[in-house]
Protein backbone atom coordinates (compact mmCIF):
# COMPACT_ATOMS: atom_id res chain seq x y z
CA UNK A 1 0.00 0.00 0.00
CA UNK A 2 2.82 2.29 0.93
CA UNK A 3 4.82 1.71 -2.30
CA UNK A 4 1.75 2.51 -4.12
CA UNK A 5 1.19 5.70 -2.72
CA UNK A 6 5.01 6.80 -2.83
CA UNK A 7 4.73 5.88 -6.97
CA UNK A 8 1.67 7.90 -7.44
CA UNK A 9 3.22 10.96 -5.40
CA UNK A 10 6.56 10.21 -7.56
CA UNK A 11 4.51 10.39 -10.74
CA UNK A 12 2.42 13.41 -9.50
CA UNK A 13 5.73 15.04 -8.98
CA UNK A 14 7.04 14.24 -12.55
CA UNK A 15 4.25 15.61 -14.05
CA UNK A 16 4.27 18.88 -12.20
CA UNK A 17 7.48 19.46 -13.10
CA UNK A 18 7.10 18.36 -16.81
CA UNK A 19 3.79 21.16 -16.46
CA UNK A 20 6.13 23.72 -14.96
CA UNK A 21 8.84 22.92 -17.84
CA UNK A 22 6.50 23.31 -20.41
CA UNK A 23 4.53 26.06 -18.82
CA UNK A 24 8.13 28.08 -18.73
CA UNK A 25 8.58 27.23 -22.57
CA UNK A 26 5.32 28.53 -23.90
CA UNK A 27 5.77 31.99 -21.22
CA UNK A 28 9.56 32.46 -23.06
CA UNK A 29 7.87 31.87 -26.07
CA UNK A 30 5.19 33.95 -25.25
CA UNK A 31 7.61 36.89 -24.02
CA UNK A 32 9.30 37.17 -27.40
CA UNK A 33 6.41 37.28 -29.64
CA UNK A 34 3.72 39.56 -27.96
CA UNK A 35 3.67 43.23 -28.14
CA UNK A 36 1.89 44.40 -25.40
CA UNK A 37 2.39 43.67 -21.55
CA UNK A 38 -1.71 43.27 -21.70
CA UNK A 39 -1.57 40.08 -23.73
CA UNK A 40 1.59 38.38 -22.43
CA UNK A 41 0.08 38.59 -18.75
CA UNK A 42 -3.51 37.38 -20.30
CA UNK A 43 -1.77 34.38 -21.87
CA UNK A 44 0.28 33.82 -19.27
CA UNK A 45 -2.81 33.35 -17.00
CA UNK A 46 -4.48 31.16 -19.26
CA UNK A 47 -1.88 28.63 -19.56
CA UNK A 48 -1.52 28.89 -15.88
CA UNK A 49 -5.39 28.02 -15.30
CA UNK A 50 -4.75 25.09 -18.03
CA UNK A 51 -2.33 23.40 -16.10
CA UNK A 52 -3.82 23.93 -12.66
CA UNK A 53 -6.66 22.35 -14.04
CA UNK A 54 -5.07 19.47 -15.25
CA UNK A 55 -3.00 18.43 -12.56
CA UNK A 56 -6.28 18.86 -10.58
CA UNK A 57 -7.74 16.35 -12.75
CA UNK A 58 -5.11 13.83 -12.24
CA UNK A 59 -5.26 14.54 -8.36
CA UNK A 60 -9.77 14.67 -7.92
CA UNK A 61 -11.78 15.42 -10.52
CA UNK A 62 -14.18 16.96 -8.24
CA UNK A 63 -11.59 19.55 -7.81
CA UNK A 64 -10.92 20.28 -11.16
CA UNK A 65 -14.68 21.23 -11.59
CA UNK A 66 -14.29 23.27 -8.78
CA UNK A 67 -11.67 25.28 -10.38
CA UNK A 68 -13.56 25.01 -14.02
CA UNK A 69 -16.41 27.29 -11.94
CA UNK A 70 -14.12 29.11 -10.13
CA UNK A 71 -12.53 30.22 -13.09
CA UNK A 72 -15.56 30.47 -15.00
CA UNK A 73 -17.19 33.38 -12.89
CA UNK A 74 -13.96 35.23 -12.21
CA UNK A 75 -13.91 35.30 -16.48
CA UNK A 76 -17.77 36.56 -16.49
CA UNK A 77 -17.33 39.02 -13.94
CA UNK A 78 -13.84 40.57 -14.49
CA UNK A 79 -13.41 41.64 -18.22
CA UNK A 80 -10.17 42.63 -19.35
CA UNK A 81 -10.87 46.86 -19.99
CA UNK A 82 -10.46 48.52 -23.76
CA UNK A 83 -7.19 50.60 -23.60
CA UNK A 84 -8.07 54.13 -22.79
CA UNK A 85 -4.45 55.55 -23.66
CA UNK A 86 -3.94 58.26 -25.78
CA UNK A 87 -4.14 58.50 -29.34
CA UNK A 88 -4.15 61.14 -32.30
CA UNK A 89 -7.31 59.74 -33.82
CA UNK A 90 -11.24 60.58 -33.87
CA UNK A 91 -13.75 58.83 -32.74
CA UNK A 92 -16.85 58.57 -35.14
CA UNK A 93 -20.52 57.06 -36.05
CA UNK A 94 -20.65 55.78 -39.21
CA UNK A 95 -22.82 58.87 -40.63
CA UNK A 96 -20.03 61.29 -39.44
CA UNK A 97 -17.63 58.79 -41.48
CA UNK A 98 -20.11 59.05 -44.18
CA UNK A 99 -19.47 62.57 -44.35
CA UNK A 100 -15.58 63.29 -43.30
CA UNK A 101 -15.10 60.64 -46.66
CA UNK A 102 -17.45 61.73 -49.49
CA UNK A 103 -16.64 65.70 -48.27
CA UNK A 104 -12.86 65.04 -48.80
CA UNK A 105 -12.09 68.21 -46.39
CA UNK A 106 -9.57 66.46 -44.45
CA UNK A 107 -6.83 64.18 -45.05
CA UNK A 108 -6.67 62.47 -48.56
CA UNK A 109 -6.10 58.71 -46.51
CA UNK A 110 -7.98 57.32 -43.56
CA UNK A 111 -7.36 54.17 -41.73
CA UNK A 112 -10.75 53.36 -39.87
CA UNK A 113 -11.02 50.91 -36.96
CA UNK A 114 -14.39 48.97 -37.04
CA UNK A 115 -14.21 47.17 -33.15
CA UNK A 116 -17.18 46.39 -30.78
CA UNK A 117 -16.64 47.15 -26.83
CA UNK A 118 -18.05 43.26 -26.54
CA UNK A 119 -15.60 41.57 -28.10
CA UNK A 120 -12.35 39.98 -26.57
CA UNK A 121 -10.21 40.17 -29.75
CA UNK A 122 -11.18 43.90 -30.02
CA UNK A 123 -9.91 44.51 -26.36
CA UNK A 124 -6.82 43.13 -27.05
CA UNK A 125 -5.90 44.37 -29.35
CA UNK A 126 -7.34 48.14 -28.23
CA UNK A 127 -3.71 49.36 -27.70
CA UNK A 128 -2.23 48.99 -31.08
CA UNK A 129 -4.25 51.36 -33.07
CA UNK A 130 -3.87 54.89 -30.99
CA UNK A 131 -0.37 54.14 -30.56
CA UNK A 132 -0.24 53.42 -34.20
CA UNK A 133 -2.09 57.12 -35.11
CA UNK A 134 0.68 58.52 -32.68
CA UNK A 135 3.11 57.90 -34.88
CA UNK A 136 2.10 57.72 -38.35
CA UNK A 137 -0.75 60.32 -38.08
CA UNK A 138 0.01 63.07 -40.98
CA UNK A 139 -1.70 65.62 -42.94
CA UNK A 140 -2.25 62.93 -45.97
CA UNK A 141 -3.21 60.16 -43.20
CA UNK A 142 -6.07 60.30 -40.44
CA UNK A 143 -6.98 57.79 -38.19
CA UNK A 144 -10.91 56.72 -37.20
CA UNK A 145 -12.54 54.25 -34.78
CA UNK A 146 -16.18 53.41 -35.56
CA UNK A 147 -17.81 51.42 -32.82
CA UNK A 148 -19.91 48.83 -34.33
CA UNK A 149 -21.94 47.60 -31.22
CA UNK A 150 -23.36 50.74 -30.89
CA UNK A 151 -24.27 51.24 -35.01
CA UNK A 152 -24.88 47.21 -35.95
CA UNK A 153 -26.90 47.93 -38.61
CA UNK A 154 -23.65 50.06 -40.40
CA UNK A 155 -21.64 46.91 -40.47
CA UNK A 156 -23.16 45.57 -43.44
CA UNK A 157 -22.54 48.98 -45.04
CA UNK A 158 -19.03 48.36 -45.08
CA UNK A 159 -18.82 44.52 -46.00
CA UNK A 160 -18.74 43.66 -41.87
CA UNK A 161 -20.74 40.32 -40.62
CA UNK A 162 -20.73 40.88 -37.33
CA UNK A 163 -22.09 36.89 -37.04
CA UNK A 164 -20.16 34.37 -35.76
CA UNK A 165 -19.18 35.91 -32.18
CA UNK A 166 -18.11 39.11 -34.22
CA UNK A 167 -15.05 36.79 -36.14
CA UNK A 168 -14.70 39.59 -38.22
CA UNK A 169 -13.95 42.50 -35.65
CA UNK A 170 -11.30 43.84 -35.85
CA UNK A 171 -11.76 44.92 -39.19
CA UNK A 172 -9.40 47.81 -40.52
CA UNK A 173 -9.84 49.32 -43.64
CA UNK A 174 -7.92 52.04 -45.55
CA UNK A 175 -10.35 55.10 -47.65
CA UNK A 176 -8.87 57.41 -50.10
CA UNK A 177 -11.48 60.13 -51.35
CA UNK A 178 -14.11 57.65 -49.72
CA UNK A 179 -13.18 54.87 -51.65
CA UNK A 180 -11.91 51.44 -49.74
CA UNK A 181 -8.06 51.03 -51.39
CA UNK A 182 -7.67 47.62 -48.96
CA UNK A 183 -8.72 46.03 -45.64
CA UNK A 184 -7.71 43.62 -42.84
CA UNK A 185 -8.87 40.72 -42.83
CA UNK A 186 -9.60 40.96 -46.39
CA UNK A 187 -12.51 39.89 -47.95
CA UNK A 188 -12.41 36.28 -48.13
CA UNK A 189 -15.77 33.52 -49.71
CA UNK A 190 -13.64 30.98 -47.46
CA UNK A 191 -14.56 30.76 -43.96
CA UNK A 192 -11.98 30.78 -41.85
CA UNK A 193 -11.74 29.37 -38.32
CA UNK A 194 -9.47 32.04 -37.28
CA UNK A 195 -7.08 35.12 -38.38
CA UNK A 196 -3.69 35.98 -37.19
CA UNK A 197 -3.60 38.25 -34.09
CA UNK A 198 -3.77 42.04 -34.73
CA UNK A 199 -0.28 43.78 -34.28
CA UNK A 200 1.10 46.83 -34.67
CA UNK A 201 3.98 45.14 -37.11
CA UNK A 202 0.88 43.39 -39.10
CA UNK A 203 -0.78 47.00 -39.48
CA UNK A 204 1.74 48.30 -40.55
CA UNK A 205 3.24 46.04 -43.24
CA UNK A 206 -0.63 45.69 -44.58
CA UNK A 207 -0.98 48.99 -44.98
CA UNK A 208 2.13 50.62 -45.99
CA UNK A 209 2.58 53.05 -43.09
CA UNK A 210 6.04 53.10 -43.02
CA UNK A 211 5.88 53.92 -46.54
CA UNK A 212 3.67 56.99 -46.13
CA UNK A 213 5.42 58.77 -43.50
CA UNK A 214 8.77 58.68 -45.43
CA UNK A 215 6.78 60.06 -47.99
CA UNK A 216 5.05 62.97 -45.95
CA UNK A 217 8.28 63.62 -44.49
CA UNK A 218 10.43 63.79 -47.72
CA UNK A 219 8.13 65.90 -49.36
CA UNK A 220 6.95 63.43 -52.74
CA UNK A 221 4.01 64.08 -53.66
CA UNK A 222 1.11 62.29 -53.17
CA UNK A 223 0.08 59.54 -55.26
CA UNK A 224 -3.40 57.91 -55.59
CA UNK A 225 -3.47 54.04 -53.72
CA UNK A 226 -6.36 53.65 -56.53
CA UNK A 227 -4.65 54.53 -59.96
CA UNK A 228 -1.35 52.73 -58.72
CA UNK A 229 -3.41 49.51 -57.91
CA UNK A 230 -5.19 50.17 -61.65
CA UNK A 231 -1.79 50.73 -63.60
CA UNK A 232 -0.79 47.30 -62.00
CA UNK A 233 -3.88 46.00 -62.92
CA UNK A 234 -3.62 47.34 -66.49
CA UNK A 235 0.31 46.65 -66.58
CA UNK A 236 0.41 42.67 -67.91
CA UNK A 237 3.92 41.80 -69.61
CA UNK A 238 3.94 39.59 -72.72
CA UNK A 239 6.19 36.75 -72.02
CA UNK A 240 5.23 34.89 -75.98
CA UNK A 241 8.19 34.75 -78.16
CA UNK A 242 6.91 35.58 -81.37
Known sequence: MEKNQSKA???LN???IQAVLTFSLLIA????RE???EAFIADTLFFAKVFLVV????????LALWYIVVFLVIYISTQQPAFQGLGTYSKLTPLQLEAILTEGNTSRLWLVEFRSSCSSACIRSSRCFPELSITYSTKNLS??????GLFPNAAAKFGISLGGGMSQLPTYILFENAAEVTRLPELDFEVKASHPPTTK????RHFELDRHLLEYINGTPFRSLLS????????QPNNEIT
Not at 201 to 204: G, S
Not at 228 to 235: H, I, K, M, P, V
Request: charged share 25%; with cysteine; aromatic share 10%.
Open 14 to 16: VME
Open 228 to 235: TQQLDLDY
Open 9 to 11: VEC
Open 143 to 148: FGIVDL
Open 35 to 37: ETW
Open 55 to 62: LALIVDYH
Open 29 to 32: IKIV
Open 201 to 204: RLLC
